[in-house]
Nanobody
Framework: QVQVVESGGGLVQPGGSLRLSCAAS????????MTWYRQAPGKERELVAV????????YYADSTKGRFTISRDNAKNTGYLQMNSLKAEDTAVYYC???????????WGQGTQVTVSS
């Protein structure tokens, strides 16, 4: 049974930090690239960061570059998104997506809410 489960969201003050986790099971996680997306109320889903299947290549949206770090531990079948210097505009539901090298197979998690507010 394929599962992709995000965790680690919550309420944090501006300037604070959170680390999101994406736990995968039921497939060979190390064969899949991982992407974090987010969707704020009334807005379209946007890409936050991407990491290659082996973890050697990463990409960040301009809005998160320098503040967020994407990583993965294939031995633990888990990916991460470390978020520092959080801003109110980072408030959104954050989703983990995994996609195989062909792009034909992809799985989504259910999302985790991140709220940045004082």
């Amino acid at each position: 049974q394929v599962q992709v489960v995000e965790s680690g969201g919550g309420l944090v003050q501006p300037g604070g930090s959170l680390r999101l986790s994406c736990a995968a099971s039921g497939f060979t996680f190390s064969h899949y690239a991982m992407t974090w997306y987010r969707q704020a109320p009334g807005k379209e889903r946007e890409l936050v960061a991407v990491i290659s299947s082996g973890g050697k290549s990463t990409y960040y949206a301009d809005s998160t570059k320098g503040r967020f770090t994407i990583s993965r531990d294939n031995a633990k079948n888990t990916g991460y998104l470390q978020m520092n210097s959080l801003k109110a505009e980072d408030t959104a539901v954050y989703y983990c997506n995994v996609r195989d090298t062909t792009g034909a197979v992809a799985y989504w998690g259910q999302g985790t809410q991140v709220t940045v507010s004082s």
